[in-house]
């Protein structure tokens, strides 16, 4: 039995059954690692010490039989978290420059609660510079290749998280998402992918790159998995007053439900040009399969999803321009010295950080400048209340909609490095859903063929406020429909 083939459920049995150890387990993540990922270049820092201690710790105390269902759910599963996350005396650097040497202080809510309930921290994960972009090359350390295909990016920004489940480097990973960074990459790495609703999940302890959009959310390489992810880390944290206080289900209670009846809308516009046929193809078949199952589809029109691009990249790059004002090298982080403090800030700034950043830096800078606030800010603003609302209307007409992630598969490194706007159009279909609040997950859903290489594609489920179990649901009833969605590549 390979231990890196098992999901959670079956990590969770081996363990109860004393099949294996968590010390065995961690030690076939980290031979793997070793042999795999100077390939795929999925993580930034492997805790190689500690997580053996950790492992060699639980093993000598032995399976908690009355805890492990209860305070200690994922006892002894190992994870991976983009490099967003700050974890108490691990690097933590955004894959910038500026926080290179960087140690966390302390903990964010997410990967605590995890750890109190008994995963263990393989290591972090690469990811586009404080998380701004969809391929991951925006890294200031590595490139991350994605393991359907090396020469393909692997999405971002949470690239390094989804590659290392798809490539079998961890069972279940932390990504966030401002705007498909979740989804986007899970999609063309072939894994699940679940941004929660706003509020859902604690911020606590995540850098911020969009406050307003921000969210957390597990990688896993199925919708169950996510969903013993979501029972843990989801709730109320007096830390972030932006976090939910609505009761947590147990969302894995859902995947078992059945569809019959269920209304799902299709957007439309989410079906509309610069769609590639093969994507459409296996998402049509994907409609085909839910449609069999007793699901009922109908076609709705959510008008200003066309505005969405524009909506996100202002709002998201005005918020941006404000968060990164922090890493000003007084503080902590990178510091070109200077006898003048504006020549120090500005060679610090220059110097550490990377393009992306400083475009989306200027741009939000502007927007929110005196003569062009209410031209760009307020009125981007006001077109995200309308959306919403729109989004809300459709929802007194159907349950939950269904549309693709990525508008292709995954493309080749450096195809669009150089065209800001054909990187940002590959998030068309993901970040209306931000600026909403909605939850959304990718739900891989088959292949196509390119260049001789088969890569991965997904269909989004999108739903209501808090209404993470309708996600679970369709999910959970579609990779039953169709078990071979779910598989990993051969490396
Ligand atoms: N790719 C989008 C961007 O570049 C989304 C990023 C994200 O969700 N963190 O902004």
Redesign the pocket.
């Given at each position: 039995m390979e231990l890196t083939n098992l999901n959670i459920t079956e990590l969770k049995k081996g363990y109860k059954e004393n099949k294996f150890t968590p010390l065995d387990v961690v030690e076939a993540y980290l031979t793997r690692i070793k042999e795999i990922d100077n390939r795929v270049n999925s993580y930034l820092y492997v805790d190689e010490k500690g997580v053996l201690e950790i492992a060699k710790k639980m093993t000598g105390h032995g399976y908690p039989e009355a805890a492990a269902e209860k305070s200690q759910p994922l006892w002894g599963i190992p994870f991976s978290a983009k490099d967003l996350y700050l974890t108490r005396g691990l690097p933590t650097t955004a894959a910038s420059k500026i926080l290179e040497n960087f140690v966390a202080p302390y903990e964010s809510t997410v990967t605590k609660r995890l750890i109190d309930a008994g995963a263990i921290l393989l290591g972090k994960t690469n990811l586009?510079e404080f998380?701004?972009?969809?391929s991951t090359e925006s890294s200031a350390f590595k490139i991350t290749h994605n393991p359907w295909d090396l020469d393909r990016v692997p999405g971002?920004?949470s690239g390094g998280s989804a590659a290392s489940v798809a490539a079998g480097l961890a069972p279940f990973s932390l990504g966030?998402?401002?705007?498909?960074?979740i989804r986007?990459p899970a999609s063309l790495c072939g894994v699940f992918g679940f941004k929660p609703t706003y509020g859902r999940v604690s911020r606590y302890g995540i850098m911020a790159?969009a406050s307003s959009l921000d969210q957390a959310g597990p990688i896993s390489s199925n919708a169950r998995d996510s969903a013993a992810v979501l029972n843990v880390i989801a709730g109320r944290d007096a830390r972030d007053a932006t976090s939910s206080s609505k009761e947590v289900p147990d969302y894995t209670q859902f995947l078992g439900l059945d569809i019959k009846g269920l209304k799902i809308g299709l957007v439309k516009e989410f079906f509309a040009e610069g769609l590639d046929e093969n994507v459409k193809k296996r998402i049509e078949e994907a409609i085909g399969l839910l449609e069999k199952a007793g699901a009922e589809f109908q076609e709705i029109s959510i008008p200003k999803a066309k505005y969405g691009l524009s909506i996100y990249y202002i709002l998201?790059m005005a918020e941006v321009s404000s968060n990164l004002a922090r890493y000003d090298g007084v503080r902590y982080g990178f510091c070109k010295r200077d006898a003048n403090l504006i020549e120090q800030y500005k060679k610090t700034r220059g110097q550490a950080l990377g393009a992306e950043a400083k475009r989306r830096i200027m741009l939000g800078s502007y927007v929110l400048s005196a003569g062009y606030k209410d031209a760009y800010y307020n009125l981007a603003q006001k077109a995200r209340t309308a959306l919403r609302a729109e989004f809300e209307k459709v929802f007194s007409k159907v349950d939950i909609l269904l549309g693709p992630v990525s508008p292709t598969p995954a493309f080749k490194i450096g195809e669009k490095m150089n065209d800001p706007v054909q990187m940002?159009l590959s998030?068309i279909y993901t970040?209306p859903i931000n600026p909403a609040g909605l939850p959304a997950a990718s739900v891989p859903c088959g292949f196509v063929e390119r260049d001789g290489s088969k890569l991965p594609v997904s269909f989004q489920l999108i739903a209501p406020h808090f209404r993470e179990d309708l996600i679970f649901q369709v999910a959970g009833n579609y990779e039953k429909l169709n078990p071979d969605s779910i598989s990993k590549p051969n490396l």
């Open positions: 586009d998380a701004m972009g969809s971002g920004s966030t998402d401002t705007g498909g960074s986007q790159m998201m940002y998030d970040v």
